[in-house]
């Protein structure tokens, strides 16, 4: 360990990465959802936080589900029946179908493709927003034409190169399924994100912008994928006076006790964005004499939630860093440092960092999936920086980047001292 990373004072409360902030109001529509004995999927929370999520993303309908995978699952077969027809299972939508999917984001974003039995074929990064590289999608429908489905994540809140990627999905008569579950509140000129898929998700989730504990929201403006969602969610309940059932279902609906939640944190959207971007600021300016950059994004086009603050070390002063399956190891090198350095600086102090997420196409469980970057196949090409040339931009930031705490309940002060542990690693 370096010296000076020794003998440091831990926070006496832990600084997490990103935990719920409890405002009051959440207590009280809970309370009245048991008080007035509506404790079931249906009730007056739910009708609330549907109609404000659809108020404050611009969106005709939104439906309140369990959780983002939920709405994402929901979302992907939507589409799939849409672009392939009806299975004659009932599950199974995209058998035999390929996908083009994000491929540096969480697999919840994805796991939904192998639910409906299709094929995700992972679609590299770019630099500029850490999403989806529109050339790469565009090089992708190159290689496979047929693709008729997109789903597309905002990575920590960032919107990704919408105009581009949208123009791209046009031309090869693409649905697009979004994932705006990390980016709540942002916005891509002057469009919130979860206004540019065919069908778009936001997660409730404990660590998102905001929360209910769980929860999320399906959000489309075709009526016939909202009534269609409400069904799937309620076990497919046909009109009939007994349970009769002509398609698949799930319990996928949000209860009313978590909708309360929901509904007393709205308000305080925009509050959690400005904290968050304040701690963002305060991050880029605190490291800026350092070889680091903060996570980028389009400062003429677009204003994301800065719902996780991310730095990357620069190449020249990466100090040597090897992953296995689960384990890891590093030297400390004067002047230099790495991901799990700083992590493990950072949690030496009782703080909570994280690593980029891996990419899709390095996961175990998707090692027979296709990877498409600029050049054509990534297969092959991700350990490519080992020889010095970086020719996938995902297995690159998650190589060079991490997470940093970025709870809005941080002090300014408490910041100062996450910062003040990061330059020690560079000593
Ligand atoms: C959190 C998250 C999800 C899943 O949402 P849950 O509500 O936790 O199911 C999906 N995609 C991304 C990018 C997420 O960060």
């Known amino acids: 360990m370096k010296e000076s990373l020794k003998n440091?004072?831990?926070?006496?409360?832990?600084?997490?990465?990103?935990?719920?902030?409890?405002?009051?109001?959440?207590?009280?529509?809970?309370?009245?959802?048991?008080?007035?004995?509506?404790?079931?999927?249906?009730?007056?929370?739910?009708?609330?936080?549907?109609?404000?999520?659809?108020?404050?993303?611009?969106?005709?309908?939104?439906?309140?589900?369990?959780?983002?995978?939920?709405?994402l699952h929901l979302a992907v077969k939507l589409c799939a029946e849409e672009l392939y027809g009806k299975p004659a299972a009932g599950h199974g939508a995209l058998e035999g179908k390929k996908v083009f999917c994000s491929d540096m984001t969480f697999d919840a974003t994805v796991n939904p493709v192998a639910y409906e039995g299709g094929e995700a074929v992972y679609i590299d990064t770019e630099y500029d927003t850490w999403n989806m590289d529109p050339e790469?999608?565009?090089?992708?429908?190159?290689?496979?034409?047929?693709?008729?489905?997109?789903?597309?994540?905002?990575?920590?809140?960032?919107?990704?190169?919408?105009?581009?990627?949208?123009?791209?999905?046009?031309?090869?008569?693409?649905?697009?399924?979004?994932?705006?579950?990390?980016?709540?509140?942002?916005?891509?000129?002057?469009?919130?994100?979860?206004?540019?898929?065919?069908?778009?998700?936001?997660?409730?989730?404990?660590?998102?912008?905001?929360?209910?504990?769980?929860?999320?929201?399906?959000?489309?403006?075709?009526?016939?994928?909202?009534?269609?969602?409400?069904?799937?969610?309620?076990?497919?309940?046909?009109?009939?006076?007994?349970?009769?059932?002509?398609?698949?279902?799930?319990?996928?609906?949000?209860?009313?006790?978590?909708?309360?939640?929901?509904?007393?944190?709205?308000?305080?959207?925009?509050?959690?964005?400005?904290?968050?971007?304040?701690?963002?600021?305060?991050?880029e300016k605190g490291l800026s004499g350092l070889p680091v950059k903060m996570n980028p994004w389009d400062r003429e086009n677009s204003s994301p939630n800065f719902w996780l603050s991310c730095m990357i070390i620069d190449e020249s002063a990466l100090a040597p860093m090897v992953r296995g399956e689960q384990d890891y190891l590093y030297s400390s090198e004067p002047g230099k440092s790495s991901p799990h350095e700083i992590l493990d600086a950072i949690a030496s102090i009782n703080a909570e960092g994280r690593p980029i997420w891996k990419p899709m196409h390095m996961q175990p469980i998707y090692r027979m999936n296709a990877f498409i970057t600029k050049q054509g196949s990534g297969r092959g090409q991700s350990n490519a920086y080992i020889a010095g040339s970086v020719t996938d931009a995902g297995a690159d930031i998650f190589r060079r980047g991490l997470c940093l705490p970025s709870d809005n309940k941080m002090t300014p002060e408490q910041q100062d001292r996450i910062i003040d542990i990061i330059h020690r690693c560079f000593k």
């Open 8 to 71: 440091i004072t831990p926070f006496e409360n832990k600084i997490w990465l990103a935990s719920p902030t409890m405002h009051g109001d959440e207590q009280k529509w809970v309370d009245d959802a048991i008080a007035t004995n509506w404790v079931s999927t249906v009730g007056a929370n739910i009708n609330e936080v549907e109609r404000l999520t659809a108020e404050k993303t611009g969106r005709e309908y939104a439906v309140a589900l369990s959780s983002g995978t939920a709405a």
């Open 136 to 283: 790469a999608l565009e090089k992708a429908f190159e290689i496979y034409p047929d693709v008729k489905l997109i789903v597309l994540a905002h990575l920590y809140g960032t919107p990704a190169k919408m105009d581009e990627i949208k123009a791209v999905a046009k031309k090869h008569g693409a649905l697009i399924v979004e994932d705006a579950a990390e980016s709540f509140g942002a916005s891509y000129k002057d469009v919130q994100t979860g206004c540019f898929g065919d069908v778009s998700v936001i997660s409730f989730n404990g660590n998102k912008i905001i929360t209910g504990s769980s929860g999320g929201m399906l959000i489309t403006d075709s009526k016939a994928h909202a009534d269609k969602a409400r069904k799937w969610s309620t076990q497919s309940r046909e009109a009939a006076q007994w349970y009769q059932h002509e398609e698949i279902g799930y319990n996928y609906r949000m209860s009313n006790i978590v909708a309360g939640v929901v509904r007393g944190q709205m308000p305080y959207l925009e509050e959690h964005i400005a904290q968050k971007k304040a701690i963002w600021e305060r991050y």
